[in-house]
């Protein structure tokens, strides 16, 4: 997996959090769902403080989560198994990801495979099973409109965008729910921050980093040049902001106001745009 | 992306912007002179849209501000604060004589998106808390050599991270629904320009995304690595 140290700014981390890293290391060196990536993440540091200390502190060890946030949580691993295993299969697929790009994509993979298994330490019992998936978007026919998915670099790239723009609007979609639990709402934004990054470098290497529109690494008002995906970017060229008309109070065009925010997406909508990808 | 003309906002030297919106806030909220001491001072103001109510904020004679957490208001200054350093800091990457240079077209549409961007969040966030928002702040680039491609693209990394964990670490802290969402909305775009910025500097390497979660910084440790960019000094208290 790919573990870096964050420009030494993990580092600053005090006591308390090494206290809860350490409990919380131990008490999945004890358990049987520690899984090897979440404990490399955590002997490298990577995994941050408030993260590894939900379950040792919001919740005290081994008690229940709140319904509402298993829900939450449920949903957000439901969107990381469809993600880590599409890039399980890409990485997989011999002569898809030319050698200049492997290393995007093993970056990627190896972070959603991290989200799953993070997500999965959390809800323990309650951690809903990896469905059966159908990355063709046939909903188990294997013939949807993304077939060549897998021996199509370009098909590839542009399902992988659709993920990772829908990975962003789906947890910001969630915050709200989130809220009265602090520690799940950091855990959960400390991951949708890393969805925008991933989402940013796909949309770019779509466009051979050439930064110019569509292929730039934020979304222009709610354009995509990915056909099929238009739910993804539905109600992204929002410029209304806390009931501001953001157009009146700046000299900055429409456009690039568009840019400026990423809009959130319901559950249902996130639902309903992956729905063709899940068998069952 | 955009052209690389701009007026109004975007186009105002950082400092001039800066002056000129401190006397603004001292008349909106009524505050001359050793007045502007008092503890409990706080900007405040009924805006029709945005915020509505007083900050927690209060500005010493000496232009330091103290933003007090328990008040969600100076969540959103805390933002306010750090959108108006990357915004500044952007807008003289772009203005700077060697900026056609030193980046190609393809980084110089990234680096007016980016400016644009941040301009929009500092002027959101003026609106939104009309006469609740701190001074402006008088940015402190000293170090930065904006004729320099690495000078200033490490100094936007460093921006973008702490942008994000900034947001990811203050979000605890707010108490409405919707000022939540517009944080969230936010700090995705972050986010884009850390990933941005961090490929420009090593293309095609794992760097866009560092670890498989960002950090969420206290604002303690968020402002110690703000201050040297910073001219005024900033406290947050109750976080």
């Known amino acids: ?280 | 992306m955009s052209t690389e003309t701009v007026s109004g906002a975007a186009a105002r030297s950082p400092s001039a912007d800066m002056a000129q919106d401190r006397r603004s806030f001292l008349r909106r909220a009524g505050l001359a002179g050793a007045a502007i001491a008092l503890a409990g001072c706080g900007a405040s103001g009924k805006d029709i849209l945005g915020v509505d109510g007083a900050s927690g904020a209060v500005v010493g004679p000496d232009g330091s501000i103290t933003l007090n957490f328990a008040n969600e208001l100076d969540v959103l200054n805390y933002a306010y604060a750090l959108e108006q350093l990357e915004a500044a800091f952007y807008v003289t990457v772009v203005a700077n004589a060697s900026f056609a240079s030193i980046f190609t077209a393809s980084e110089r549409r990234v680096l007016i998106d980016i400016r644009d961007h941040e301009v929009v969040h500092k002027d959101f966030l003026a609106a939104a808390l009309g006469t609740a928002r701190i001074p402006n702040l008088t940015p402190k680039f000293g170090a930065i050599n904006f004729a320099d491609r690495t000078s200033v693209l490490q100094t936007a990394r460093t921006f973008e991270d702490l942008g994000v964990s900034a947001y990811n670490g203050a979000a605890r802290y707010l108490v409405s629904e919707a000022y939540l969402g517009v944080a969230g909305k936010i700090v995705s775009v972050e986010a884009r320009h850390a990933s941005a910025i961090r490929d420009i500097l090593n293309n095609r390497s794992a760097d866009f995304a560092p670890n498989a979660f960002d950090l969420g910084n206290t604002p303690q440790t968020v402002l110690t690595a703000a201050a040297p960019f910073i001219t005024e000094s900033i406290t947050v208290v109750n976080a």
Do not use: C
């Open chain 1, 1 to 280: 997996m790919t573990t870096h140290s964050s420009d030494g700014v993990q580092s600053i981390i005090d006591p308390a959090v090494h206290e809860a890293l350490h409990s919380r290391r131990s008490a999945i060196a004890k358990g049987a769902t520690a899984s090897g990536l979440v404990l490399a993440g955590l002997r490298m540091g990577t995994v941050p403080a408030a993260l590894a200390a939900i379950s040792t502190s919001a919740f005290g060890q081994g008690a229940r989560l709140p319904t509402a946030v298993i829900g939450v949580l449920n949903f957000a691993l439901r969107l990381e198994y469809l993600e880590a295993e599409f890039y399980n299969k890409g990485i997989a697929a011999s002569g898809l990801i030319p050698a200049a790009d492997r290393t995007i994509f093993t970056t990627i993979q190896a972070h959603e495979n991290v989200h799953v298994t993070y997500l999965r330490d959390l809800l323990g019992t309650s951690a809903r099973p990896k469905p059966t998936f159908d990355y063709s978007a046939g909903n188990g026919s294997g013939t949807g409109p993304f077939a060549d998915v897998f021996t199509n670099y370009a098909t590839f790239l542009a399902v992988a965008q659709a993920f990772e723009d829908t990975g962003v609007r789906a947890y910001k979609g969630q915050a709200g729910a989130l809220k009265p639990y602090k520690d799940v709402l950091q855990a959960a934004l400390s991951v949708h921050s890393v969805e925008a990054r991933h989402a940013a470098e796909v949309r770019r290497l779509r466009g051979n980093f050439m930064d110019n529109e569509p292929n730039q690494g934020w979304i222009t008002n709610a354009t995509t040049d990915v056909p099929g995906t238009a739910a993804v970017y539905a109600g992204d060229d929002n410029v209304i902001q806390l009931g501001i008309d953001v157009r009146s109070i700046t000299a900055v065009a429409t456009k690039e106001i568009t840019e400026a925010f990423d809009e959130p997406l319901t559950m249902a909508a996130v639902l309903a745009i992956v729905d063709p990808f899940i068998v069952g």
